[in-house]
Every structure is written in C-alpha cells, then in structure tokens.
Antibody, heavy 120, light 109 residues
Framework: QVQLQESGPGLVKPSQTLSLICSVSGGSISSGEYYWSWIRQHPGKGLEWIGYIYYSGITYYNPSLKSRVTMSADTSENRFSLKLTSVTAADTAVYYC????????????WGQGTLVTVSS | QSALTQPASVSGSPGQSITISCTGTSSDVGRYKYVSWYQQYPDKVPKLMIYEVNNRPSGVSNRFSGSKSGNTASLTISGLQAEDEADYYCSSYTSNSTVVFGGGTKLTV
C-alpha cells in the first residue's frame, strides 16, 4: 500500500519561499511507472493542480504558477519536493502530494495534506 | 488554463439518481479520455471515484458511473445514499500536458 506524507513549515512569511517535501513509502518513485504531483486547495475552495514530476526530473507545471514553482525528486530518499517562491496570502492553502497512476492526471493515492499559511 | 465548469450544487433524495456535469473545451475534456472524478468529504482527502471517463477503481461502488459527450463529462450516482453527500470534483488532462480541475459540486442528499 503506497503512502504519501507531506512535511514542511506550516507558516511562511510573505515574499518568502514555501518548501514542502512529500515522502513516499510502500513504493519507489523511481519505478518509472508514475508521475508525482502537488495539488492545493484554498480554504473552502476547490482543487488546483500545481504540477508534477517524473523521477528523472521531467516536470510539468500549471501555467498560472509556472514562474514561481520548482519541483524536484530525490530518488535516494524516495521523496519529491515543492518550492513556491514569492508567496502571498493567496498561496495560503492545504497542499497535497499525490501519485498519478496514468501520467495523465489520475490521482489514486494522496497524502493527508498540510496547511500552509502565509502571514507575517 | 481555465477551470472546468461544474454546477455549484446538486441535490437528490435517497434512492434517486443524480448527474453532475463537467464542461471543458476541445483542448481538454473534448480531446482526451483522461477525465477523472473525485469525492471529498469536509476536511478529508479527495478520493478517486472514476478515471478515464468511465472506469471505477477497485472498491468504488458500481452506483457511480461516468460518461462523456463532446466537451462535457458527467458523473452519475444512482441509488443515492446519505453517505454520498460530499463535494465532487472532475479533472481532465489538457493539450498543454497539464491537468485542470473543475470548481467542484456540493451534493446534498
């Protein structure tokens, strides 16, 4: 059973960089079978796809966030990460990591989510 | 990329059937079979209910079914039960190699 777990600061100051890690257990991100995604949900709002990464480092990002987003994969630690720069209050959200079983946006396993608040 | 369009809310009585629509464009829903549906209870993690338009993951009730016509995908829930009351989101792969979600639909039973 694959499990994903997000970790990182719950509070980030405006203009700083949000950094999150998703640790994967029960499966290897370097198996090559899946893409690994970040998805966020603003309080009381819908889901927003941020982007995904393949173990080799191939990435695809949401065009609306592309200029501020960087994703990376650490196969030795079996985890992948998200960096979002120049954050504002509008980036306050629950951030989920998820596995894409199809590489075309079929998210079958999700982390529990972590709330990141942007505030001074 | 613009979010897919879903009705904000739908409602139905126990035992009835309801359908939730998800409208996109010829660059996403209309172009690919990669439409998924997710169920989310308040403060819980989304759960995959339908993938590739009309496929159910193991363990998902056959009361849930999906379809697509042109740029609009649909999720139908038959034999509504109280436990189906939740938010539902659609998603689609796009021609830009990205993924877009719908705005979500609150189902009241």
């Amino acid at each position: 059973q694959v499990q994903l777990q997000e970790s990182g600061p719950g509070l980030v100051k405006p203009s700083q960089t949000l950094s999150l890690i998703c640790s994967v257990s029960g499966g290897s991100i370097s198996s090559g079978e899946y893409y690994w995604s970040w998805i966020r949900q603003h309080p009381g709002k819908g889901l927003e796809w941020i982007g995904y990464i393949y173990y080799s480092g191939i990435t695809y990002y949401n065009p609306s966030l592309k200029s501020r987003v960087t994703m990376s994969a650490d196969t030795s630690e079996n985890r992948f990460s998200l960096k979002l720069t120049s954050v504002t209050a509008a980036d306050t959200a629950v951030y989920y990591c998820a596995r894409d079983q199809s590489t075309y946006g079929t998210f079958d396993y999700w982390g529990q989510g972590t709330l990141v608040t942007v505030s001074s | 990329q613009s979010a897919l369009t879903q009705p904000a809310s739908v409602s139905g009585s126990p035992g009835q059937s309801i359908t939730i629509s998800c409208t996109g464009t010829s660059s996403d829903v209309g172009r690919y079979k990669y439409v998924s549906w997710y169920q989310q209870y308040p403060d819980k993690v989304p759960k995959l209910m339908i993938y590739e338009v009309n496929n159910r993951p193991s363990g998902v009730s056959n009361r849930f079914s999906g379809s697509k016509s042109g740029n609009t995908a649909s999720l139908t829930i038959s034999g509504l039960q109280a436990e189906d009351e939740a938010d539902y989101y659609c998603s689609s792969y796009t021609s830009n190699s990205t993924v877009v979600f719908g705005g979500g639909t609150k189902l009241t039973v």
